[in-house]
């Protein structure tokens, strides 16, 4: 019996190994791409990444009505003032992570778990666009009520709503804001300007409720790039794939993919042509 424990955790420590390789293997394939695109990176410190990224932060509170003294904290803590390799490589400014619907390349990294898959944006301000859309489902829904310039509450809500764990996290934003007088990026709306922006952000996070699950649970990969054995637009059904591998592969739904095919179930055998192309 033991015999047979050993030889698993011999094999489950190899596979493991194998998969660090592979992500070691993808990063260095980021990191390399990232450098060709800019062979002199910036080094930051946290007054000049203020002044690089103060103007999408405004834009960001006037499109959504997220203080930009809170978006400019989280970036300063989040990426450590633009210098952690995932704002440096993955121009990811917030940590955000994989999800089934990312169509965009990943970076691994211990985060939660060994290797946690997160997003590589083309540009930092992909990433401040996307923390915006990431604050905007139910869980976070109550500080969208709030004036865009009450970082206080804003910081003290995100804390509440679960977007960190520690339990100072609220401190952390504010003593940021105060120290660096972020506040001052902020601005006040009439009362007529905020109901028609409540109005607005509202109902872009009642349209996303539905498909919360996808579009904010983490996976542990990216879903693939569609693999290389296409005939046109046909895919051959390999040995272990399902309608749902499939779907991922190519960005599609399963009843896109049974819809595109005539098919009256989700069972597929090895060696048929699907067709993957809308």
């Known amino acids: 019996m033991r015999y047979y424990v050993f030889i698993f955790c011999l ?33 930051y410190t946290t007054l000049t990444y203020i002044d690089a990224f103060k103007g999408v932060a405004i834009e960001e509170m006037n499109r959504y009505g997220i203080p930009a003294s809170i978006t400019l904290a989280q970036g300063i803590l989040e990426s450590g003032s633009g210098a952690s390799d995932l704002a440096k490589y993955a121009n990811n400014h917030f940590g955000i992570k994989c999800t089934s619907d990312w ?17 590589v944006y083309k540009d930092p301000r992909e990433s ?4 915006s859309e990431f604050l905007k489902r139910k869980r976070y829904s109550a500080l969208f009520e709030l004036d865009k310039n ?19 996290y609220p401190d952390l934003l504010i003593n940021l804001i105060e120290k660096y007088q972020l506040y001052l990026y902020d601005s006040p709306e009439s009362e007529r300007e905020k ?9 872009e996070i009642n349209a ?38 499939i ?7 399963v009843d896109d993919l049974k819809s595109l095919n005539q098919l009256p179930d989700n069972n597929i055998k090895i060696g048929q042509k699907l067709i993957v192309v809308k």
Not at 219 to 224: F, I, L, M, S, T
């Open 11 to 43: 094999a489950v420590a190899f596979l493991s190994s194998c998969k660090t390789r592979q992500y070691s293997r993808n990063n260095k394939q980021i990191e390399k791409e990232a450098q060709k695109q800019n062979p002199n990176p910036v080094s």
């Open 103 to 119: 169509k965009g390349k990943a970076y691994y990294k211990d985060d939660d778990q060994k290797d946690d898959c997160f997003r």
């Open 128 to 131: 401040y666009r996307d923390h």
């Open 150 to 168: 009450d970082y206080k509450n804003w910081a003290i809500g995100l804390k509440n709503a679960g977007y960190a764990t520690n339990p100072k």
């Open 195 to 203: 109901l028609a922006r409540e109005d607005r952000v509202f109902k």
């Open 208 to 245: 996303n409720i539905p498909n919360e699950k996808k579009l904010f649970t983490p996976v542990n990969v990216a879903p693939k790039d569609p693999p290389s054995n296409l005939d046109g637009k046909y895919y051959t059904v390999q040995q272990g794939d399902t309608l749902y591998k």
């Open 247 to 253: 779907s991922q592969m190519f960005k599609l739904s």
